[in-house]
């Protein structure tokens, strides 16, 4: 499975990006897919999961709660990540992971893609 993430951009804060990641050559309906941000100088963070099912099965960190959704169509190969009320702290690269189990676990994470550059100026 390759994934290969794109949206990122240079935006001011309180303002709003979405993120996408299109999948190819594997099943891509089945995958649990995840978004993750690393800032300059950090650990990777985790970001969202979301379900092969989508809908409410969806998993957002506490970081980002209320300001970003994670959804997927899977007729397009592509989870989306929308980010609203931006942040300067939400500065980071931003990538895609995939995995087969139906987990929204953090981990395990067998895919992943290169990332997006997402800037929030003050």
């Known amino acids: 499975v390759q994934l290969q993430a794109s949206g990122g951009g240079l935006v001011q804060a309180g303002g709003s990006l979405r993120l996408s990641c299109t999948a190819s050559?594997?099943?891509?309906?089945?995958?649990?897919l995840g978004w993750f941000r690393q800032a300059p100088g950090k650990e990777r963070e985790f970001v969202a999961a979301i379900k092969w099912s989508g809908g409410r099965n969806t998993f957002v960190a506490d970081s980002v709660e209320g300001r970003f959704t994670i959804s997927r169509e899977n007729a397009k190969n592509t989870v989306y990540l929308q980010m609203n009320s931006l942040k300067p702290e939400d500065t980071a690269v931003y990538s895609c992971?995939?995995?087969?189990?139906?987990?929204?676990?953090?981990?395990?994470?067998?895919?992943w893609g290169q990332g997006t550059l997402v800037t929030v100026s003050s």
């Open positions: 992971a995939a995995k087969r189990a139906s987990s929204l676990s953090p981990f395990g994470n067998e895919y």
């Open positions: 050559g594997g099943t891509f309906s089945r995958l649990t």
